[in-house]
C-alpha cells in the first residue's frame, strides 16, 4: 500500500505515491554490464532518453560510471564529462532528472545543471560529504545499500541473515543523512539488488519488498534490470533477461515497490500495469478480507 505522505513536488510534478514509478536507465558509459558504450556519446544518450520517455519513463536516471563488479572507477571529471551533456540535453524533458554517482562533487554539479535526483548506490559509504550536499541542495536521495567497493562488492559476500542486515545498514544511512539535515521528504531507499549479494540473498530482498518498505519508512525503489540473478535463474546473457526483468518487476511493484529502475521501459510497461492493479487488489484485500 502506498506510505501516507503528502505527494511529492519534485521538476514540477506532482509524485503521489499511488502507483510503482519509472525510472528509465540511461548510461553514458563504456563497459556498463548490459548496455556498455551503446549510449556512450551524450547525442546517442539524448536520444535514448526521449525515447524512455516515449515509452512512459517517469524519471531518468543518468549515469557516467559503471558499478558492475570488476568495472575501472573513473574520477569526478571524467564522469562530470560524460553526464552534464546528458543532463543538459535532457533537463527541458519535463520529467525528473536522476545522476547515478556516489561522488558529492558529481552530484553538487549535477544537481545545479539541472538533476533534481541524487542515486548513491554506496549509502553515502564511499564519499562522506553527500549527506551535506543532499541536504545543501535540497535534491530527492535514493539511498542505495552497498558493502565495500563495486570493483570487489562480490568477492567476500557475508549475510548471516541479509534483510536484517540491510534493513540495519540502511537506517544507518538515514540516521547519516537526518543529522546533515537531509528532510525526511527527501529520502528514499534501494537494497541494491545483486550489489554484494548472492543471487539467493537478492531473491530473498526482493521477496521482502513489502516488508523492507514497512521496516524502514520510506519510498522504497527496487531495480532488477537484466541483473545477474535472472541470469542464473534463466540461463540468459544479460541482453536476453527482458522476460526475468518484467518477472522481478511485477513480483516488486505487486509487493507495493514504489519506484522501479529499468532498462527496458516499454517492453516491460504492461507487465508493470498488471501487478499494480494486482498490488491494489491485494491491498484492498489486506485492509478488508471478507469484502
Not at 559476500?157 to 542486515?165: L, P
Not at 537506517?171 to 531507499?189: L, M, N, P, Y
Not at 527496458?264 to 484485500?285: H, T
Request: hydrophobic share 45%.
Amino acid at each position: 500500500m502506498p506510505l501516507v505522505r503528502a505527494p511529492l513536488q519534485i521538476a514540477g510534478q506532482a509524485w503521489k505515491y499511488d502507483r510503482c514509478y519509472v525510472f528509465g536507465v540511461v548510461n553514458v558509459t563504456p563497459d556498463s554490464f548490459s548496455d556498455g558504450g551503446k549510449y556512450g556519446s551524450a547525442e546517442r544518450a539524448i536520444a535514448h532518453g526521449k525515447r524512455l520517455i516515449a515509452s512512459g519513463a517517469d524519471a531518468l536516471d543518468i549515469g557516467g560510471e559503471s558499478t558492475r563488479p570488476g568495472a575501472e572507477p573513473v574520477d569526478a571529471a571524467q564522469e562530470l564529462q560524460r553526464v552534464l551533456p546528458v543532463i543538459a540535453g535532457l533537463r527541458d524533458c519535463g520529467v525528473p532528472l536522476s545522476v547515478d554517482t556516489y561522488k558529492s562533487e558529481v552530484a553538487r554539479v549535477a544537481i545545479a545543471e539541472g538533476a533534481t535526483i541524487i542515486n548513491d548506490i554506496s549509502g553515502f559509504g564511499m564519499d562522506g560529504k553527500m549527506p551535506a550536499v543532499v541536504a545543501e541542495t535540497g535534491a530527492l536521495v535514493i539511498i542505495g545499500h552497498l558493502r565495500g567497493q563495486p570493483q570487489t562488492m562480490q568477492q567476500s559476500i557475508s549475510f548471516v541473515d541479509v534483510v536484517a542486515e540491510v534493513i540495519d545498514e540502511l537506517r544507518a544511512s538515514i540516521r547519516q543523512a537526518i543529522d546533515a539535515g537531509v528532510t525526511a521528504s527527501q529520502i528514499w531507499v534501494d537494497p541494491c539488488l545483486g550489489f554484494g549479494k548472492t543471487a539467493e540473498q537478492t531473491l530473498q530482498l526482493l521477496a521482502a519488498t513489502d516488508y523492507l518498505r514497512e521496516a524502514l519508512g520510506y519510498p522504497l525503489m527496487i531495480g532488477p534490470s537484466r541483473k545477474s540473478f535472472i541470469g542464473q535463474l534463466t540461463d540468459k546473457p544479460a541482453e536476453e533477461r527482458l522476460m526475468g526483468t518484467a518477472g522481478a518487476v511485477a513480483a516488486a511493484a505487486t509487493l507495493g515497490a514504489d519506484a522501479v529502475r529499468l532498462h527496458d521501459v516499454a517492453e516491460v510497461a504492461d507487465a508493470l500495469k498488471v501487478a499494480q492493479a494486482v498490488g491494489r487488489q491485494r491491498g484492498a484485500f489486506a485492509a478488508d478480507p471478507t469484502s
